[in-house]
């Protein structure tokens, strides 16, 4: 991942976002095992109410807990929402190897453990609990809530809901060679076969092979990283035989609770009409159309509109009747 000046100027104007006073909120270090394995996240506490609703949060391809997201958990606990963000299994402060696994049903796995340990917790209303999944794990959450009645809500920002559709948005070249090194992780990393995992870059420049070479991809995800991110630009290609099976938009007309599905007009990774296909199959969805590519909701006007649509439905789901934000 580039750093350097050149990152810095790019990040300058997402760095004016608001950011609510450390007085409205508490922030504590909150960790659960999921198949064996710890994994980190963080439980931001609104100051009130004495109970409040909760939020658990997570992103999608490998991508930190870091990059972007505590900015909105801040602005919901600002709001009267408890927000537990996490990190999948070989992700960020989360155990486990090979590093930066992409796996949709050992990720879904982990937003399930990180639910029961949230419902676990003192000092919260886990009666009202959301999800707010982004990119891959906007798809996550809605395969979590097909197979949960008890959530409340859930919000999925730029949700990558069809992996086949996901690959087939650039070449067939493309296609082959990600299924061919796919392949060849899994061989190197079969234990009579010691040799490790075959990594492929996660994102790269349009005439890079990387899992994300549109246009933007590179530099959009370099500037939710903070500046002093470890974060190591590769995955096991074995990524790209996970997502040719990954089909949340399959179970989407099991999803029951209200959902609010945020896309994104220019999105070449979550394109809109995949996004619009999965609202259609869901009986209590709500689609909102943004301005925006993959990665520019976290910055400016479009994160301001991305949190008062966010607000709103949450505050209509998941608030006691008589109580304001």
Not at 32 to 56: H, K, N, Q
Not at 124 to 152: K, M, Q, T, Y
Not at 247 to 276: F, K, Q
Request: net charge neutral.
């Amino acid at each position: 991942m580039s750093r350097g000046a050149s990152r810095a100027a790019r990040r300058e104007p997402a760095g004016r976002e608001r950011r609510p006073s450390r007085y409205e909120f508490s922030k504590v270090a909150v960790d659960f095992e999921s198949a064996g394995t710890v994994c980190s996240g963080w439980l931001y506490r609104p100051d009130r109410p004495a109970e409040p609703p909760v939020v658990v949060m997570a992103h999608g391809f490998a991508a930190e807990r870091t990059f972007g997201l505590p900015a909105v958990a801040e602005r919901l606990a600002e709001r009267g929402y408890a927000t537990y963000l996490f990190d999948y299994r070989t992700i960020g402060g989360s155990g486990g190897e090979p590093r930066n696994r992409i796996d949709p049903e050992k990720n879904v796995a982990d937003w399930q453990a990180g639910i029961a340990r949230v419902r676990r917790l003192d000092g919260i209303d886990a009666s009202r609990l959301a999800l707010w999944g982004v990119s891959l794990g906007g798809g996550h959450a809605l395969d979590v809530v097909a197979e949960d009645p008890r959530i409340s809500a859930v919000v999925a920002q730029t949700p990558v809901v069809d992996g086949r559709a996901f690959l087939r948005r650039n070449s067939v070249g493309y296609l082959l060679k990600g299924l061919a090194a796919g392949v060849r992780d899994r061989l190197q990393s079969l234990p009579l076969v010691p040799l490790g995992p075959h990594t492929v870059p996660i994102v790269g420049d349009p005439d890079e092979f990387a899992l994300l070479s549109d246009p933007g991809a590179k530099a959009g995800l370099s500037d939710l990283a903070p500046p002093d991110s470890a974060w190591e630009n590769e995955t096991p290609a074995r990524a790209f035989l996970s997502l040719l099976r990954y089909r949340p938009t399959t179970s989407a007309g099991d999803v029951g609770c209200p959902t609010l599905l945020v896309s994104g007009a220019r999105d070449e990774i979550a394109p809109p009409e995949t996004v619009e296909a999965a609202a259609a199959e869901i009986p209590t969805s709500t689609l909102v159309r943004l301005p925006s590519d993959h990665f520019g909701l976290y910055h400016g006007s479009l994160f301001e509109q991305t949190l008062g649509h966010a607000f709103a439905f949450l505050d209509a789901n998941l608030r006691s009747p008589g109580v304001g934000p």
